[in-house]
């Protein structure tokens, strides 16, 4: 085994001995105090900046993000100290103390006194500063400042030499193994985003056996699927992306608390970055899932679906997710979402105003979608509007007229306009009528009218419901009889087809009686029963 592969697998051993010693910290606070403290940086100008507690940490800070542990260390205090401790390495310890703090904890440069007394009022003797706590369980350790001598007269805040004393037995609970130790200094020395090199290395070496693993269980689960009858493509298509992006940032998420990240690194997976991502990638998935059921099963039940309607409404439930997921986790990163959504409340009211109608047509399409009055293809009256439903959108749906125009209706006007749904309809209505000649004698209309009843009832697609034919009208001009039934049939064209049979069965029974038929044709009640 190379040298190399040995050096990894000592990292990855480091993965399990690492452990997340996370302090009460959201990316807020971060934000702020990076800014509170450039402002308090500029604002300390004097001659002897170690004169107070605030003037010292700047130039210790400054200090350790220049990796210059020796000039750090003569902002330490190393009297009465165990021989064995000052051993190790003034520059050393001063390494160790930073790695350490850096991991689970960050200055709070707005609070740190910037008097020469120091804070007086913090329980602690005179001369002492406290800097922070590091915590294990119930065990806190303090990081300390302390005023000391300088040999000229003056008073000088350093790192107390008790929290000196202390830093083996910090690094002993908090630090590194010793085999990160050497892949540190094995590997180029650099830093990115306050990493260190090995945690770069492990985290491109996380990102990718997190991809391999994910790709591993998508091959599986898909090779499952193939067995399964129901919904199997719609199954596949969500294992794919949205199930592999899932497990692949559920992973990364466990991994990046194994590496022992500085604490403005990890702050941010605090927040639940990686989770929120991993949850909205399946949110975002089902999403897509649900919409091939859907259109899976309205093609199983031959039943049509307007796709100007399912996509833009999928694409608004989508940004809806996304929405929600951020704002969720600028809780979870501390930020007040009770402001936040104060502003997306007025702003919203605006965009609803502006938008009225707009939104006006959208709940239009969902009450079309919900309550389905009407659906593709379906031949219907709308006001003035008679024609074939051909698309329905969020906005509008498109009606073709019976002169093959093409007419976009908003979705509002369904709301308050009464729907005439033709295709809908189970029987057809034959209604026709006679006007006989007034000449025509009583006897005969009787006999005719027997015969005529006669027809409806022979035929085999006329309905016994409302099926008559009756003497309506005594006229000056002539008699008005009228056939009335209905056609078992919902098809237009089959119902013209019989319709003209009747008719000519009917006249043909009216010419056998001799009755001649007069020239004119009053206006009649248009009676449904």
């Not at 107070?52 to 100290?81: H, K």
């Not at 369980?137 to 300390?144: E, K, N, Q, R, V």
């Not at 007229?401 to 093409?406: A, F, N």
Request: aromatic content about 10%.
């Amino acid at each position: 085994m190379s040298a190399k592969v040995a050096w990894l697998l000592l990292a990855v051993y480091g993965f399990a001995w690492a452990s997340a010693h996370a302090q009460d910290v959201t990316l807020k606070d971060l934000v702020e105090s990076n800014a509170e403290a450039a402002e308090e940086a500029a604002q300390v100008q004097r001659d002897q900046p170690m004169a107070t507690p605030l003037g010292a940490v700047l130039l210790i800070r400054d200090a350790g993000r220049q990796q210059q542990w020796e000039r750090m260390a003569e902002y330490a205090d190393f009297r009465y100290l165990d021989p064995a401790i000052i051993d190790e390495g003034p520059a050393v310890l001063m390494r160790k103390l930073a790695v350490v703090w850096e991991q689970y904890q960050i200055l709070d440069l707005p609070n740190l006194n910037d008097t020469e007394q120091g804070n007086l009022n913090d329980g602690l003797p005179p001369y002492r500063e406290r800097l922070g706590s590091l915590r294990e369980g119930s065990t806190h350790y303090d990081i300390l400042l302390q005023r000391v001598p300088d040999g000229k007269g003056n008073q000088l805040w350093k790192i107390s030499n008790a929290t000196v004393a202390q830093i083996p037995q910090l690094w002993q609970k908090f630090g590194y193994p010793p085999q990160l130790e050497r892949l540190e200094r094995w590997l180029p020395e650099f830093r990115l985003f306050h990493m260190h090199n090995w945690q770069v290395l492990m985290l491109f070496v996380l990102v990718l056996v997190g991809w391999l693993v994910s790709g591993v269980i998508r091959w599986i689960l898909l090779k499952l699927m193939t067995h399964l009858s129901v919904y199997g493509d719609t199954m596949q298509q969500l294992v794919r992306q949205p199930l592999r992006r899932f497990l692949f940032f559920c992973f990364l998420n466990w991994g990046v608390y194994q590496l022992g990240l500085p604490l403005k690194v990890r702050v941010i997976f605090d927040s639940g970055f990686l989770a929120f991502l991993a949850g909205m990638f399946l949110v975002l998935g089902i999403v897509e899932f649900v919409k091939a059921v859907y259109i899976a099963r309205s093609i199983a039940k031959d039943e049509s679906y307007s796709e100007g309607f399912v996509r833009p409404l999928v694409t608004i439930v989508k940004v809806l997710v996304v929405i929600f997921a951020v704002l969720l986790w600028l809780q979870n990163a501390g930020y007040n979402m009770a402001t936040i959504l104060t502003g997306l409340g007025i702003g919203s009211l605006a965009i609803a105003l502006a938008a009225q109608k707009t939104l006006e047509n959208i709940f239009g399409a969902f009450t079309l979608f919900v309550a389905r009055p009407i659906k593709l293809g379906d031949f219907c009256r709308f006001g003035p509007i008679v024609g074939t439903v051909e698309e329905i959108g969020l906005r509008s749906t498109m009606l073709r007229k019976l002169d093959r125009t093409l007419v976009s209706v908003p979705n509002s006007i369904f709301s308050v306009e009464v729907l005439e749904n033709l295709s809908e309809i189970d029987q057809r209505l034959y209604r026709q009528s006679f006007c006989l000649s007034a000449e025509a004698e009583s006897d005969k209309i009787a006999s005719l009218l027997a015969d005529m009843n006669a027809v409806l009832e022979q035929q085999d697609q006329v309905l016994e419901i409302s099926r008559r034919v009756r003497f309506e009208q005594v006229t000056r001009e002539g008699f008005v009889v009228q056939a009335n039934a209905y056609i078992d049939t919902s098809d237009f064209n089959v119902f013209l087809a019989v319709a003209e049979q009747l008719n000519l069965q009917l006249l043909a029974t009216v010419e056998q009686h001799g009755i001649a038929l007069a020239h004119w044709l009053p206006e009649l009640p248009q009676n449904e029963s």
